[in-house]
């Protein structure tokens, strides 16, 4: 069964890994007189002001290829997620869904997960036995990291050293002006240094994910509307397994979010089911 449905979520779980954000907004194109990097600076420090959001994710991730998926996030007053994503190149097997609500992770493989899991299409990941030091983290797709505030990666850009305006384009029905730069890990660290303790903290758990992934440079594009929100954001680079291409499309900003618990009938609990695993 673990193995069945670590590939269905393969996907479902790298996505969440790196989704990039901002926030979404309409206006006119910037002043003039706005240096790149100032402007890429003001995006990243109005990140902070983000409740919530809604997105649309396309790209193409290591080992997993290509990928879409749109999702909502909340993030005050408290983290709760849902995202849809498809797998593209995985066929039938490669749609998920993912929620977070709770503390905990719910991650849905439909009419194939009920097969291997005698008829509960979802399954469930208490998020305190999950994340960086080892345990379920380790072995389950995405899990200690869809809790994460997805606007962290969009602040990256500000670590570039090269950043430069490209020109002006329409998003989604939104007038932007795009920046490029390319930031290193070794930028990104040092770009985190003079940080408050909660901003660091956020960065360096995002920095460390690419550290894994074998990625030790991104050319980042970030397109910013008038109103200095980031409106669309897309990264790539050259990582171990293969290479990286996501973009993220921001569809609306603070407006309310809701997410629910899959129903218990359709649940597997993964503690309840290692439990029993262990007493047989």
């Not at 290591?62 to 997620?81: C, D, F, L, W, Y």
């Not at 493989?109 to 009920?114: C, F, L, R, S």
């Not at 003079?194 to 550290?211: H, L, V």
């Not at 050259?238 to 979010?257: C, E, H, R, S, Y």
Request: aromatic share 4%; with cysteine.
């Amino acid at each position: 069964m673990r193995t069945s449905l670590r590939h269905k979520t393969a996907g479902a779980g790298l996505a969440a890994l790196l989704l990039a954000a901002g926030a979404v907004g309409c206006g006119t194109e910037k002043s003039p007189s706005m240096s790149p990097a100032a402007a890429v600076a003001k995006a990243a420090k109005n990140t902070e002001d983000i409740t919530s959001f809604r997105y649309r994710m396309t790209g193409k991730v290591p080992e997993q290829g290509r990928v879409k998926a749109e999702a909502s996030m909340r993030i005050k007053p408290t983290v709760a997620m849902s995202m849809k994503i498809t797998a593209l190149d995985q066929g039938a097997d490669g749609t998920a869904e993912i929620r977070l609500v709770d503390k905990a992770m719910y991650i849905g493989g439909g009419a194939a997960a009920a097969k291997e899991m005698d008829g509960k299409s979802w399954i469930k990941f208490d998020m305190s036995a999950l994340g960086d030091k080892g345990g379920l983290g380790d072995g389950t797709p995405g899990a200690g990291q869809a809790d994460k505030n997805p606007a962290t990666e969009s602040t990256f850009l500000t670590g570039a050293k090269d950043v430069k305006k490209v020109g002006t384009e329409t998003v989604e029905g939104t007038e932007t002006t795009r920046y490029s730069g390319v930031v290193t890990l070794e930028d990104l660290k040092a770009s985190v240094k003079n940080k408050d303790k909660a901003t660091r903290e956020r960065r360096e758990k995002s920095i460390k994910q690419y550290e894994k992934l074998g990625v030790d440079e991104l050319t980042m594009d970030m397109w910013v509307d008038g109103d200095d929100h980031t409106k669309q954001f897309r990264m790539q680079g050259d990582a171990a397994k293969g290479p990286l291409d996501m973009t993220i499309t921001f569809l609306d900003v603070n407006k309310p979010v809701s997410v629910t618990a899959p129903p218990a009938k359709d649940t597997a609990d993964l503690a309840e089911m290692m439990k029993k695993a262990l007493d047989s």
